[in-house]
Nanobody, 117 residues
Framework: QVQVVESGGGLVQAGGSLTLSCSASGFFTINATAWYRQAPGKQRELVAV??????SYADSVKGRFTISTDNAKNTVNLQMNNLNTDDTAIYYC?????????????WGEGTQVTVSS
């Protein structure tokens, strides 16, 4: 079975930085890894996507967040700089790939990011 695990959340002051990591296991191949976030009372929104080397970001995080892969650790990281209170949310990793002949899409349980003013 597949598993997706996020780590690296926490409490940070406005203007600070955090790095989230997403670790996926059980996939034979991975097509795309994406970071989403959900703030209290709001819908889950896409933050950044890494798909076969192609990267895209939500307008709200462009220039502040960077998604990258760490092949040595087999993780996809989200470097978040110049954080503001609007970035407070639970951050989720979503992995789309294959296991055998099946397409598989899996979510992690999320990691809390809280930005204080």
């Amino acid at each position: 079975q597949v598993q997706v695990v996020e780590s690296g959340g926490g409490l940070v002051q406005a203007g600070g930085s955090l790095t989230l990591s997403c670790s996926a296991s059980g996939f034979f191949t991975i097509n795309a890894t994406a970071w989403y976030r959900q703030a209290p009372g709001k819908q889950r929104e896409l933050v950044a996507v890494y798909r076969s080397g192609a990267i895209s970001y939500a307008d709200s995080v462009k220039g502040r967040f960077t998604i990258s892969t760490d092949n040595a650790k087999n993780t996809v990281n989200l470097q978040m700089n110049n954080l503001n209170t609007d970035d407070t949310a639970i951050y989720y990793c979503n992995v789309d790939g294959r296991r055998g002949s099946r397409n598989v899409n899996s979510w992690g349980e999320g990691t809390q990011v809280t930005v204080s003013s």
